[in-house]
């Protein structure tokens, strides 16, 4: 069973900044926090991980809490191209870390 | 991206038949795995090889056998498949099986059993 959660569905309009959150309350103290987006048909991309704090690349911010229980993903200024699965991917301490995804947001950008 | 590819990409067997799946990356990785991908369903996590080795089996049906030659192929042997087995396919590769760093994913199978 997964145990991260994560709201099922989003929706969101050009130009706007959207955060998704997951939770994460099993995480391991060893374990990173992934985030990946998928399009319908094709395989996840990898969009970006991080450990703590904060971590910042071209395409997303990843902010995570100091107790690490949950993180967000901010996709800045969407574009309809984003509209797409994201998952949340962490270890599961009750399974001996094995990476396990969420259910995945399904974000829905409008024009 | 042409890192990892799958064939073929669609695939439609009889429960009687005998098909392989096969996966191929181009980055130099050293861990390949293979995740089911059920409609409205998340990953689920099938095999992982580190190194050529199987490192997890994630109580698979036997119906499913993985075979990994090398690092840079992996196959995924089907036989004597059932309706419910009918879901998306994708291998994936990242550099070590490790939690650090990005797993990089094939287009996928589409598989449906009838």
């Known amino acids: 069973l997964a145990k991260t959660t994560q709201p099922i569905s989003m929706d969101s309009y050009e130009g706007q900044e959207v955060n998704i959150t997951c939770s994460h309350n099993n995480i391991a103290t060893n374990d990173y926090i992934t985030w990946y987006q998928q399009f319908p048909s094709q395989g996840p991309r990898f969009i970006i991980q991080g450990y703590k704090t904060k971590v910042t690349n071209e395409v997303a911010s990843l902010f995570i809490p100091a107790d690490r229980k949950s993180s967000t993903l901010s996709l800045p200024r969407v574009s309809l191209s984003d509209t797409a699965v994201y998952y949340c991917l962490v270890g599961d301490e009750n399974q001996g870390g094995k990476l396990i995804f969420g259910q995945g947001t399904e974000l829905s950008v409008k024009p | 991206e042409t890192g990892v590819t799958q064939t073929p990409r669609h695939l439609v067997m009889g429960m009687t038949n005998k098909k392989s799946l096969k996966c191929e990356q181009h980055?130099?990785?050293?861990?390949m795995y293979w995740y089911k991908q059920s409609a409205k369903k998340p990953l689920e996590l099938m095999f992982v090889?580190?190194?050529?080795?199987?490192?997890e089996n994630n109580s698979v049906p036997s119906r499913f056998s993985p075979e990994c030659p090398n690092s840079s192929h992996l196959f995924l042997h089907l036989h004597t498949l059932q309706p419910e087995d009918s879901a998306l396919y994708l291998c994936?590769?990242?550099?070590?099986?490790?939690?650090?760093?990005?797993?990089?994913f094939g287009p996928g199978t589409r598989l449906l059993v009838l």
């Open positions: 994936a590769s990242s550099q070590a099986h490790s939690q650090e760093g990005a797993q990089y």
């Open positions: 980055l130099g990785h050293n861990a």
């Open positions: 090889y580190n190194f050529k080795e199987q490192t």
